[in-house]
């Protein structure tokens, strides 16, 4: 049998790129022998440009126990939507979460990267990453992703988890260079985060209990909805509702749509006579 450039000869599974030592970033391994599997390894022809669907808007605040991550789930694609119910907040791993903004196809494909690159370093390691040192991985890999950026298919996440060494949830926002920061009580990222953002200047406190902040959180999509045509509010009638994660001391986890739905049937009770949320 003829040999395949690049592949390993058919006596052996594997070629020498995968039995010798190296970094422990799944993503440097990737790049150093198929490079072309990675987002930023797909660039658009010169003058090229795609219409793709787009993922808004996602809030982050701090309550007493840990951090809550929440997204609405309406993609548009221009003056369309694309899809009412995409999933823009999925677990990093078991204590962190990342919420997508942006080019919802390359977002999720760097978010399962992200994924794959956090449990690859747990089994070569055999041990947890620090929070931070998971916030700057995310960093590197956004920041290889400047190419396809800079021809409008753009990635900016939002990055949260619970401390082990510190027990206490954080905040990380990024640019679309890769820059990484830390945030305050909560943040806002996507079209709709000017609006949820006010309403969480005016809702959130420190010392939330947890079923308060997934309250605060979905109110504040419920404004950013209310305001911006990219962003989803809650759909009684098809039965989509926000998609909110809790990071805690016991791990990160989804809430369920039952206690969802009773937190959206709040909310929407209490703006029937009063839409506009003033107090």
């Given at each position: 049998?003829?040999?395949?450039?690049?592949?390993?000869?058919?006596?052996?599974?594997?070629?020498?790129?995968?039995?010798?030592?190296?970094?422990?970033?799944?993503?440097?391994?990737?790049?150093?022998?198929?490079?072309?599997?990675?987002?930023?390894?797909?660039?658009?022809?010169?003058?090229?440009?795609?219409?793709?669907?787009?993922?808004?808007?996602?809030?982050?605040?701090l309550?007493?126990?840990?951090?809550?991550?929440?997204?609405?789930?309406?993609?548009?694609?221009?003056?369309?939507?694309?899809?009412?119910?995409?999933?823009?907040?999925?677990?990093?791993?078991?204590?962190?979460?990342v919420?997508?903004?942006?080019?919802?196809?390359?977002?999720?494909?760097?978010?399962?990267?992200?994924?794959v690159?956090?449990?690859?370093?747990?089994?070569?390691?055999?041990?947890?990453?620090?929070?931070?040192?998971?916030?700057?991985?995310?960093?590197?890999?956004?920041?290889?992703?400047?190419?396809?950026?800079?021809?409008?298919?753009?990635?900016?996440?939002?990055?949260?988890?619970?401390?082990?060494?510190?027990?206490?949830?954080?905040?990380?926002?990024?640019?679309?260079?890769?820059?990484?920061?830390v945030?305050?009580?909560?943040?806002?990222?996507?079209?709709g985060?000017?609006?949820?953002?006010?309403?969480?200047?005016?809702?959130?406190?420190?010392?939330?209990?947890?079923?308060?902040?997934?309250?605060?959180?979905?109110?504040?999509?419920?404004?950013?909805?209310?305001?911006?045509?990219?962003?989803?509010?809650?759909?009684?009638?098809?039965?989509?509702?926000?998609?909110?994660?809790?990071?805690?001391?016991?791990?990160?986890?989804?809430?369920?749509?039952?206690?969802?739905?009773?937190?959206?049937?709040?909310?929407?009770a209490?703006?029937?006579?009063?839409?506009?949320?003033?107090?």
């Open positions: 049998m003829t040999p395949v450039p690049g592949r390993p000869s058919p006596a052996r599974r594997l070629d020498d790129a995968y039995l010798s030592t190296g970094s422990s970033s799944f993503a440097e391994f990737v790049g150093s022998i198929r490079p072309e599997l990675l987002p930023s390894g797909r660039a658009l022809p010169a003058g090229a440009s795609i219409d793709a669907p787009h993922g808004t808007t996602i809030v982050s605040l309550h007493e126990s840990g951090v809550i991550m929440a997204g609405d789930r309406r993609a548009t694609m221009g003056n369309i939507i694309a899809n009412r119910d995409m999933e823009k907040v999925f677990l990093a791993d078991d204590y962190s979460v919420g997508i903004a942006g080019t919802a196809g390359i977002a999720i494909e760097l978010v399962r990267l992200y994924q690159e956090l449990e690859h370093y747990e089994k070569i390691e055999g041990a947890i990453m620090s929070l931070e040192g998971k916030a700057n991985r995310l960093a590197s890999m956004i920041r290889g992703n400047l190419g396809l950026a800079m021809q409008g298919l753009t990635v900016v996440p939002t990055y949260a988890g619970f401390d082990l060494e510190s027990a206490r949830g954080r905040i990380y926002s990024y640019d679309v260079t890769g820059g990484c920061y945030e305050g009580g909560h943040h806002s990222t996507g079209s985060s000017l609006f949820a953002r006010g309403a969480l200047k005016k809702l959130w406190r420190p010392g939330l209990s947890e079923q308060d902040a997934v309250h605060v959180a979905i109110e504040a999509l419920y404004d950013a909805a209310d305001d911006d045509s990219a962003t989803g509010g809650p759909d009684l009638g098809r039965r989509i509702w926000p998609t909110v994660s809790v990071v805690d001391v016991e791990g990160a986890r989804f809430v369920g749509d039952a206690v969802l739905e009773e937190h959206v049937a709040q909310v929407v209490a703006r029937r006579d009063n839409p506009g949320g003033a107090r």
